[in-house]
């Protein structure tokens, strides 16, 4: 599955590609080289970020998931015990 982003997305990440170099490598690097260095990282290194996301939303679903239980729990056999409550009032 390939990461592709929006195109807007994808502007201002080629955007702030350019001015990282700007910046940090007094070096201008071009739009078409900065588009080229995003794809790059989309291809490369976006799928090792993404499964983490992935790993990460596994991890605490399964959290949830575990303790559904305590949230959900219905004691069984209560009427009597109301029943009788209500009897004593």
């Known amino acids: 599955m390939s990461i ?4 807007e997305a994808r502007q201002q990440a080629v955007a ?7 910046v940090h490598h007094d070096e201008r690097i071009g739009n078409i080289a900065a588009a080229a260095l995003l794809g790059f990282f989309l291809e490369e290194v976006a799928p090792l970020v ?3 996301a992935v790993a990460e939303v ?5 959290l949830r998931v575990n303790e559904i239980d305590l ?3 219905e004691e069984p056999f209560a009427y009597w015990r109301k029943y009788d409550r209500s009897q004593r009032s």
């Not at 592709?4 to 195109?7: A, D, H, I, S």
Request: hydrophobic share 25%; charged share 30%; no cysteine.
């Open 4 to 7: 592709e982003l929006p195109r």
């Open 50 to 52: 993404y499964n983490q």
């Open 16 to 22: 702030s590609l350019e001015r990282y170099f700007q």
């Open 71 to 73: 949230e959900v729990h």
């Open 58 to 62: 596994q991890e605490r679903l399964a």
